[in-house]
């Protein structure tokens, strides 16, 4: 009877343990993340293909591919490749190139009558720093719904830019429809609503919301969007002196600023560690110690025919020609003090 009892008691423990798993099915195949008090977390989510090689300073590419047994989602991706404000010392280089990664946390899983609200958050760190994972679910999923977070590429290897059709830049707020496009095709799994999507972000995040509303790569994506502390029209919002500041970046590496081509090829072969470092001295240019790599309106060619944002933020407002949804905006009092 001891035996029986022990045996027993052996079994229930093992159950429990398994019982803290829970998998589900997305496009492109099973993912196993696991219960955590009152909701399911699902980490480290690779949206994108990496983007290394060709994909580096290009945009980036829904993942595609496919796996057969459950993928381990139990723990974050890796932080986009960043010279951090967070990060102490003369080096305050931290992460990794291959980053896009995303993360979901949810109340229920799986395809409910009633799908969950999802809430797509995009971190802010004036395009230079920061992280999705660095903000937790644990106090705003005491109600049903669903919190997607992510990284996108940041400084130069989000934001560096020619500002032609060779290198346009912006390519972190197209990592930002990229993820956008993978939850929509996925969010069913997780219990949440592919229409009913509401786009948030804090600082630069802010204005990424508001920059999602004037892009044509958006539109359709998301139902709402909220702003906290930021806008597309913030001056540290568009970067200057774009194709100058890449060049600085270029010699620093030791590469050619004569041609854009040349550049660009002669970046892909660089460490991404030696261009992110580079960024370094830029923190003092033109007074602006927190963005000195931004956002820029591209230009539309054979080469780039689907640009992010084609025209000044005001210009667009001004003739309408936003995606016509929902928009709350607030400030944060607190905003920039850390």
């Known amino acids: 009877m001891g035996t029986l009892s022990l045996l027993l008691a052996v079994l229930c423990c093992f159950t429990v343990a398994l019982g803290e798993f829970v998998t589900v099915e997305t496009v492109n195949g099973p993912l196993r993340g696991e219960k955590r008090d009152f909701y399911y977390a699902f980490e480290g989510i690779p949206y994108a293909k990496a983007p290394l090689g060709e994909l580096r300073l290009a945009p980036s590419v829904v993942n595609d591919a496919r796996w057969e047994e459950p993928r381990d989602a139990t723990e974050p991706g890796p932080v986009c490749l960043q010279w951090s404000h967070?990060?102490?010392?003369?080096?305050?280089?931290?992460?990794?190139?291959?980053?896009?990664?995303?993360?979901?946390?949810?109340?229920?899983?799986?395809?409910?009558?009633?799908?969950?609200?999802?809430?797509?958050?995009?971190?802010?760190?004036?395009?230079?720093?920061?992280?999705?994972?660095?903000?937790?679910?644990?106090?705003?999923?005491?109600?049903?719904?669903?919190?997607?977070?992510?990284?996108y590429r940041l400084g130069p290897l989000g934001f560096l830019s020619t500002e032609d059709d060779v290198i346009p830049g912006n390519y972190g707020l197209k990592d930002q429809v990229t993820a956008l496009r993978w939850i929509r095709s996925n969010i069913g799994a997780f219990g949440g609503h592919a229409d009913n999507i509401t786009i948030v972000g804090y600082s630069a995040g802010s204005a990424s919301v508001q920059l999602h509303y004037l892009s044509p790569m958006s539109r359709g994506l998301f139902k709402n969007g909220i702003g906290h502390s930021g806008s597309a029209l913030n001056p540290w919002v568009l970067a200057e002196d774009s194709a100058k500041k890449a060049q600085l970046i270029a010699t620093t590496v030791g590469c050619p600023?004569?041609?854009?081509?040349?550049?660009?090829?002669?970046?892909?072969?660089?460490?991404?560690?030696?261009?992110?470092?580079?960024?370094?001295?830029?923190?003092?240019?033109?007074?602006?110690?927190?963005?000195?790599?931004?956002?820029?309106?591209?230009?539309?060619?054979?080469?780039?025919?689907?640009?992010?944002?084609?025209?000044?933020?005001?210009?667009?407002?001004?003739?309408?020609?936003?995606?016509?949804?929902?928009?709350?905006?607030?400030?944060?009092?607190?905003?920039?003090?850390?």
């Open 86 to 151: 967070f990060v102490e010392g003369e080096d305050r280089s931290t992460g990794e190139e291959d980053c896009l990664f995303m993360n979901v946390y949810t109340t229920s899983v799986g395809v409910l009558e009633e799908p969950l609200p999802t809430i797509f958050f995009i971190h802010g760190g004036a395009f230079m720093f920061g992280s999705g994972d660095f903000y937790k679910p644990d106090n705003l999923l005491r109600k049903p719904m669903v919190l997607v977070t992510f990284n």
């Open 257 to 338: 600023t004569t041609s854009s081509t040349k550049m660009l090829q002669c970046l892909r072969e660089k460490p991404a560690l030696d261009i992110v470092r580079a960024v370094g001295p830029l923190f003092r240019y033109l007074y602006n110690p927190f963005s000195p790599l931004g956002v820029v309106i591209e230009k539309q060619s054979k080469n780039n025919p689907r640009p992010f944002l084609a025209d000044h933020p005001y210009k667009l407002m001004k003739s309408g020609k936003y995606f016509h949804v929902p928009l709350i905006l607030s400030v944060n009092e607190a905003e920039g003090l850390y």
